[in-house]
């Protein structure tokens, strides 16, 4: 069956530091990959997406990888901040496109 | 400003009692969806619709009911036989049924069972 793999354990780093969160997942050959933002009791907010043809993407000091090969999305945050602390959802399409699968979430907590 | 508005946002239920959570989009979007979040875990699909008066079980329908009777409002019911309804439930809409571009999640309804 398809799974979708986050680290389900917080990650802790220090303002200033860059921030990189992992989505792996098998048994899916996504036609894309939604990463998102969720902060407590509250709706996820949509960041970036990112296409099975391309290897990576920037928004301001995010960026995301996409390696079809490894089955793996990577998240970066550059020059985090207090700010950027929440939980960070990835989230699979396939080419049908009729709704996504998403991963379990993984927190980060960016420390002043 | 357009959006997404769920409502209530928490919900007590007693046992054996259904309960409706309301959603309403002003986006124009054609697609909707409900999801479940449980503590510490992903979102699971319960219902969607990519039509008006049409809709599609997700991977959790069982206990769940849904209409799709106008555009802009998609409500879910929690019916008695949904043993296990204590969540938060987060509907989202897209401007299309490819999710190409991300969806627009409302607050989400917390609910309980007492």
């Known amino acids: 069956s398809q799974k979708i793999e986050q680290n389900s354990e917080a990650l802790n780093i220090q303002e200033g530091k860059t921030a990189t969160l992992t989505c792996n997942y098998t048994n899916y050959s996504p036609a894309y990959l939604q990463w998102y933002r969720q902060d407590p009791g509250r709706g996820p907010v949509f960041l970036l997406l990112?296409?099975?043809?391309?290897k990576e993407k920037r928004k301001e000091r995010l960026k995301v990888t996409f390696d079809t090969t490894l089955k793996q999305s990577l998240f970066h945050i550059t020059a985090s901040q207090p700010a950027d602390s929440a939980t960070y959802l990835c989230?699979?399409?396939?080419?049908?496109?009729?709704?996504?699968?998403f991963g379990g979430g993984t927190r980060l907590m960016v420390k002043p | 400003d357009g959006g997404i508005t769920q409502s209530p946002k928490y919900l007590f239920r007693k046992e054996g009692q259904n309960v409706t959570l309301s959603c309403e989009q002003n986006l124009n979007h054609d697609a909707m969806y409900w999801y479940r979040q449980d503590p510490g875990q992903g979102l699971r699909l319960i219902y969607y619709?990519?039509?008006?008066?049409?809709?599609q079980k997700g991977d959790i329908a069982e206990g769940y009911s849904v209409s799709r009777e106008k555009k802009e409002s998609f409500p879910l019911t929690v019916t008695s036989a949904q043993k296990n309804p204590t969540a938060f439930y987060l509907c989202a809409s897209s401007s299309t049924g490819l999710a190409l571009y991300g969806y627009t999640f409302g607050s989400g309804t917390r609910l309980t069972v007492v």
């Open positions: 619709s990519q039509i008006v008066n049409d809709f």
């Open positions: 990112i296409r099975e043809n391309e």
């Open positions: 989230a699979l399409g396939n080419n049908a496109g009729n709704m996504l699968t």
